[in-house]
């Protein structure tokens, strides 16, 4: 069965300070993607970014980046120069090859202080 | 990018009434969509998998005959709380997946029962 972890229900950072939000999975399926998603206030899911179990490399996108280590099964999410507009629900998901859908972690609440 | 779009974004209604609030993939075909539920503070739990021209599959505890899951066509997908109860009031995100396999939210469906 899927699983994933998040292990810290809020962080309160400094802004233009780097933020990493942990996240853990756990699947018995080698195939299977990782997502990062964010949510505002509003609640709208805002995908951020997009790790597959087989990529080579760490996905980026602008200010995130993915730090993913297959053999410990983290997939933490690194936020650089963090801006107030960062302040959201933040939560880790995954999805296998042997499920279609995508399951959540229960996430982290980032504090952006000015 | 694509759009996922919900209606209404806001609903109230009286204990006993039944609620439906549709789910339309705007600019794409979606044969797979997703509802999940979201309680204050917490995370996105999977309630059903929505195939076009298919019976829906409900997770496990999650009451079929009480959620109605309809996904008439490759656009629109709706679920109807039936007999809607006090407890059921709740945030409720759908999600439509596109043939690149990517899945889009949509901005989500707030219910409140009195």
Known sequence: A??????????????????????????SDPSYG??????????????????GSYDQQNATEGRYSLNFQKARKSANLVISASQLGDSAMYFCAMRDSSASKIIFGSGTRLSIRP | GAVVSQHPSRVICKSGTSVKIECRSLDFQATTM?????????????????????????????????????????????????????????????????????????????????
């Open chain 1, 2 to 27: 899927q699983k994933i972890t998040q292990t810290q229900p809020g962080m309160f950072v400094q802004e233009k300070e780097a933020v990493t939000l942990d996240c853990t999975y756990d699947t």
């Open chain 1, 34 to 51: 990782l997502f990062w998603y964010k949510q505002p206030s509003s609640g709208e899911m805002i995908f951020l970014i997009y790790q």
């Open chain 2, 34 to 114: 997703f509802w999940y539920r979201q309680f204050p503070k917490q995370s996105l739990m999977l309630m059903a998998t929505s195939n076009e021209g298919s019976k829906a599959t409900y997770e496990q505890g999650v009451e079929k005959d009480k959620f109605l899951i309809n996904h008439a066509s490759l656009t629109l997908s709706t679920l109807t709380v039936t007999s809607a109860h006090p407890e059921d009031s709740s945030f409720y995100i759908c999600s439509a997946r596109a043939q690149s396999d990517t899945q889009y939210f949509g901005p989500g469906t707030r219910l409140t029962v009195l």
